[in-house]
């Protein structure tokens, strides 16, 4: 089956339909620059005349349609929700809530099938947009062979939490230099610098800051080694279509500090993987990173539980093996338009 994958180059959706692209036979992945997507109307090139089947993303995802082809569409979040307000400017707003919301629904009323990569973010699509295509849940999928717990036993020195995504008030980056004053010499607070990295002195972060440590851009490849340099994982983010990083973070072995909030609480199993505070509650942040520190015995069990529960239930096998079988069924004519 010929399957082409239009995505934005950069973006986290590259890295699922890349890595899809390099376990179906067949799947084709054609990036383009996000200012593409200024002119609409030029997407529809990147599909080509030669695909049997189209997979691509909600938001513009009508415009890689063809005429007889199937489309199969991918929500990975949806920035359309009203409660992204207070993250955008005005003018992004307005576009998220009229063009990309029209362009949204039109997709999802033209897809042959929908994939939400969480419960939360089909959930919401459902609501917001009043549409209820034939849909299912299949999570985003982590290669547990490359993401694995460190060997190396545990040296003495500061323990390291790290703060892995875009440096913005949806991803909360601006708690930072507040959870670090909550919290003694004992820590170190590592953030990697992603596309809101100019946003240091926005959010008054401090690169120079006590107990910050920026690690620069890093490349997803070389995040295994991250993770496995660190001892926690702290996702204070309120809006995640799942949270990626925090399903890498967990088949490494770490504990995780996350908000209960969005798809967060559909990985992270409070008590058992970690701990999920109130949005903005820097002093819950910051007592379950100490409890974490104060016992190394249950840091370690909770790492062992999500590396467990990434085996289970969120490898890298299940979503391909899952993707591969509605491709299938969508050729077949099991969803048809």
Not at 67 to 86: C, E, I, K, Q
Not at 134 to 163: A, C, Q
Not at 234 to 250: I, K, N, Q, T, Y
Request: charge should be positive; include cysteine.
């Amino acid at each position: 089956m010929n399957i082409v994958s239009p995505v934005p180059r950069g973006s986290g959706v590259e890295v699922l339909h890349r890595d899809l692209a390099r376990c179906i036979p067949g799947y084709r992945l054609r990036t383009y620059s996000p200012w593409l997507s200024l002119l609409p109307p030029a997407l529809r090139l990147l599909s080509g005349r030669d695909a049997g089947l189209v997979h691509a993303s909600a938001d513009y995802g009508v415009f890689f349609a063809r005429a007889g082809v199937p489309l199969v569409v991918t929500l990975h979040n949806y920035t359309s929700d009203r409660f992204m307000a207070p993250f955008s400017s005005r003018l992004q707003y307005l576009h998220y809530r009229s063009d990309l919301r029209w362009f949204s629904r039109a997709t999802l009323t033209r897809a042959n099938a929908v994939v939400a990569i969480s419960r939360f973010v089909g959930d919401l699509v459902r609501q917001d947009l009043g549409v209820d295509p034939p849909m299912r849940t299949i999570y985003n999928g982590v290669d547990h062979e490359r993401f694995v717990p460190s060997n190396s036993r545990r040296k003495p020195r500061p323990f390291r939490v790290l703060f892995c995504g875009n440096l913005n008030r949806r991803k909360r980056a601006h708690l930072l230099p507040q959870l670090a004053a909550a919290l003694d010499d004992r820590f170190e607070i590592c953030y990697t610098a992603g596309l809101g990295d100019g946003n240091l002195s926005k959010l008054r972060i401090d690169p120079a800051g006590a107990r910050l440590r920026p690690l620069g851009r890093i490349e997803h490849a070389a995040m295994p080694a991250v993770y496995q340099s660190m001892d926690a994982l702290f996702m204070p983010s309120v809006r995640e279509g799942f949270g990626l990083c925090v399903a890498e973070a967990m088949a490494c072995g770490l504990p995780v500090v996350a908000c209960r909030e969005s798809a967060l609480p559909e990985l992270v199993e409070p008590g058992q993987g970690g701990m999920l505070c109130a949005v903005d509650d820097v002093a819950a942040f910051a007592a379950a990173l100490r409890r974490l520190a104060d016992d190394p015995a249950q840091a370690s069990r909770m790492g062992e539980f999500n590396r467990a529960r990434v085996e289970q239930v969120f490898t890298l096998e299940r979503m391909v093996r899952e993707y591969s079988e509605l491709f299938e069924a969508v050729r077949d004519g099991a969803f048809s338009r």
